[in-house]
C-alpha cells in the first residue's frame, strides 16, 4: 500500500454515512410536506403566510446542508483515515501466529465456565500480552472459515477483532478444520518467518479430510498446535428454543464430547503438540514453555515498521465545528446582526480548526528523512549538528544514540542513551533504557569481557521496573542473562585450565631443577674423588721414582748403591 496516499482502515463507514445522509434527506422532504399538510389543515393561506413570514426556507436548508456534512464527516473519522506514515522501533522474533478458534454451537457449553468460547477468547488474549514483536491473526471457523484479522502486529486490533466472536458470526453448522488449514496456509504462504497455526476446539462432527490437510501443511513449514477446549466428560449444548438446550431429530439432549484422539493426530503430523485448555489457560502456557519459546530467534533483531498514520481527527473536528454552526444559525429571515455575529464565529471555529489540522500535520525532519532511508551515518551527522544548538534535548539525544547505533558505533550510542535518560519523560526513559541494553549486548557480542552484558541486564532491569508488562525487555533480557552464563561458564573453565597449565609449569620447573642439581653434586662428587685420587698417586709414586733415578746415576757414575755401602 502506497502510505502517501489517504486510506481508510474501515471505508464500510463511508458507505453508511452516504445511506444515512440519503435516509435524512428523504425523511426531511417528507417531514416538510407533513408539516405544510397540517398547517393547512389548521389555517388559511392569509395565516399560513403570516406564521411562515419569519422563516427563511433557504437558512433551513442550510441548516439541513450543515447536518448532512457533519454526518458524512462523522462516518469518516469512524472509517479511520491514515494519511502519511511513522517508523516505529520493532523487536522481530520471526514468528508468525494464526489463531483458529471453532464458533461452532457446540462451543456454547459450559463445562468450560462461563462457556468454551468465552475461556478460549480469555486464553488468547492473556497469550497475546506476553508476546512482543510476534504477528498474529484471527480465523474463526465452523462450517466454513475466513480471515478475520491478518497477521498483524497491532495487538489492539487483533483483541478488538477477537472481542467481536461468537458463534453466530459463521452461519454455516459443523467444525471444518481442513479448510481452516487450509486457509492459514494461503495466509502464511509469502512469509518467512517460522509458522505456526494454533486451533482451539472441542473437535466434535469434524469435517472434511483433516488428517491430509495436516500433511499437506507439514510440506509447507506450517507447524499446527491444538488445544482441546472442554472436557472428556461432555456437557449439554445450550441455545434451544426458549433457552433450552439442544435436542437432536429423536427429542434427545445433544451433549457435546472432546474428541482429544483427532486433535493429538492433527498436530503430531506436523510437528506439534496437542494439549488441553484447562480452566487457568495451562494448554497455551504449556505450548510456549514446551515448544514456541525454543524456536531460533534472530536475537534482539530490531526492524523499522511502517505504520499508518490515523487522522481521524481532521473530519471529527470539522464536524463538530459544522454542528456547532448549526445550532447557532437561526432559522428566521430577521436579525441580521445576529447572522453577522454566527458568521463571525463560525469563520473563528474555521480558523482554529485549520490551524489545529497545521499543527498536527506530520513532518519529517532532515534527520528523520536521512534514517528513513537507511542512511543512518548522515542522520547522526544532522543530529549531531543539532545537539550543538540544544545540547541538553533529550528527544534529540535519543535520537542520536538510534542514528549511531544503526550507523555501528555502538559506544556513541550508549553515551547518547545515558544522557537520555534524565528526562523527566517516563515514556522516552522507557525506551531509551530498553535501547542501551541492546546497544550493552552488541558491545558484549564483540568483547570477550562479560560487563557489557551485565550492563545490559541492569538496563533491562530498570526498563522493566518503569514497565513491568514489557514483554520484549523480559525475553531479551533472558537472552543475554543467557549468554551472560554461558561466557561465565567458559571463562570458569578457561581458568581452571590455566591454573593447571601454570601447576604443571611449575612442577616441571621443579623436577628440572631438582634434576640439575643432583647432576651437579654428581659431578661435583666425581671430581672430589678424581682430585683426592690424583693426590694420593703422586705422594706414593715420588719416593720410589726418585730412588730409581739416585741409582742409575750413581751406577752410571761407577759408583756403589746405598743398599751395597751398607
Not at 389555517?43 to 439541513?64: G, H, T, Y
Not at 544503526?406 to 545515558?418: C, M, P, S, V, W
Request: contains cysteine; hydrophobic residues 35%.
Amino acid at each position: 500500500m502506497d502510505t502517501t496516499m489517504l486510506s481508510f482502515h474501515q471505508p464500510i463507514w463511508i458507505a453508511l454515512g452516504i445511506a444515512l445522509s440519503f435516509s435524512l434527506i428523504v425523511l426531511s422532504y417528507l417531514r416538510e410536506r407533513s408539516q405544510k399538510r397540517l398547517l393547512r389543515t389548521f389555517a388559511s393561506a392569509q395565516m399560513e403566510q403570516r406564521l411562515v413570514k419569519n422563516i427563511s426556507p433557504s437558512r433551513r436548508r442550510f441548516k439541513l446542508g450543515l447536518i448532512l456534512l457533519a454526518l458524512i464527516l462523522l462516518c469518516t473519522a469512524l472509517a479511520r483515515p491514515q494519511y502519511g506514515f511513522r517508523w516505529v522501533d520493532v523487536q522481530r522474533r520471526g514468528i508468525d501466529i494464526l489463531f483458529a478458534i471453532d464458533t461452532s454451537r457446540s462451543m456454547l457449553s459450559q463445562d468450560l465456565k462461563p462457556n468454551r468460547l468465552e475461556r478460549a477468547r480469555y486464553a488468547v488474549m492473556d497469550f497475546v500480552a506476553t508476546l512482543g514483536g510476534d504477528r498474529v491473526g484471527l480465523i474463526p471457523f465452523a462450517g466454513s472459515s475466513y480471515l478475520m484479522c491478518p497477521l498483524t502486529l497491532d495487538y489492539q486490533a487483533f483483541t478488538d477483532s477477537l472481542k467481536a466472536l461468537d458463534t453466530k458470526i459463521i452461519p454455516r453448522r459443523g467444525t471444518n478444520i481442513a479448510k481452516v488449514i487450509a486457509l492459514a496456509e494461503k495466509t502464511v504462504a509469502d512469509s518467512s518467518n517460522h509458522k505456526i497455526l494454533i486451533i482451539l476446539t472441542d473437535g466434535e462432527n469434524l469435517q472434511g479430510d483433516v488428517l491430509k490437510a495436516a500433511d499437506l501443511a507439514k510440506k509447507n513449514g506450517l507447524t499446527i498446535y491444538t488445544i482441546g477446549v472442554g472436557t472428556a466428560a461432555g456437557e449439554l449444548i445450550p441455545g434451544g428454543p426458549g433457552g433450552a438446550f439442544i435436542r437432536d431429530s429423536s427429542g434427545k439432549y445433544v451433549k457435546s464430547k472432546l474428541d482429544e484422539e483427532t486433535l493429538q493426530e492433527i498436530a503430531e503430523k506436523t510437528g506439534g503438540i496437542s494439549v488441553l485448555l484447562g480452566n487457568n489457560n495451562q494448554g497455551l502456557k504449556k505450548i510456549y514453555t514446551d515448544k514456541l519459546r525454543f524456536i531460533p530467534k534472530k536475537e534482539l533483531r530490531e526492524q523499522r515498521e511502517k505504520l499508518p498514520i490515523e487522522r481521524f481527527y481532521w473530519p471529527l473536528s470539522m464536524a463538530l465545528i459544522l454542528l456547532a454552526s448549526e445550532f447557532l444559525i437561526a432559522e428566521g429571515s430577521r436579525g441580521r446582526r445576529s447572522s453577522k455575529k454566527t458568521l463571525k464565529i463560525f469563520s473563528f471555529l474555521a480558523i482554529i480548526s485549520i490551524l489545529g489540522l497545521i499543527a498536527v500535520k506530520s513532518y519529517a525532519g532532515e534527520g528523520e528523512d536521512a534514517y528513513n532511508r537507511a542512511d543512518y551515518a548522515g542522520a547522526q551527522k544532522i543530529y549531531k549538528s543539532l545537539l550543538k544548538g540544544s545540547p541538553d534535548d533529550p528527544q534529540l539525544q535519543y535520537n542520536m544514540g538510534t542514528a549511531a547505533y544503526k550507523n555501528g558505533e555502538i559506544d556513541t550510542a550508549i553515551l547518547q542513551f545515558k544522557k537520555c535518560l534524565q528526562t523527566e519523560d517516563v515514556e522516552l526513559q522507557k525506551r531509551a533504557y530498553y535501547n542501551l541494553g541492546t546497544s550493552y549486548y552488541q558491545k558484549g557480542k564483540k568483547s570477550s569481557d562479560t560487563e557489557p552484558l551485565e550492563e545490559a541486564i541492569k538496563a533491562y532491569d530498570s526498563c522493566l521496573k518503569l514497565d513491568s508488562a514489557n514483554s520484549a525487555a523480559k525475553k531479551n533480557r533472558a537472552i543475554v542473562e543467557e549468554e551472560l552464563k554461558k561466557r561465565q561458564k567458559k571463562q570458569t573453565q578457561q581458568n581452571h585450565r590455566t591454573i593447571r597449565t601454570i601447576r604443571t609449569y611449575r612442577a616441571n620447573r621443579t623436577n628440572r631443577t631438582n634434576r640439575t642439581n643432583r647432576t651437579n653434586r654428581t659431578n661435583r662428587t666425581n671430581r672430589t674423588n678424581r682430585t683426592k685420587k690424583t693426590v694420593a698417586l703422586k705422594v706414593k709414586k715420588i719416593p720410589p721414582d726418585r730412588n730409581k733415578i739416585l741409582e742409575s746415576r750413581q751406577r752410571w757414575r761407577g759408583r756403589p748403591s746405598l743398599e751395597e755401602r751398607q
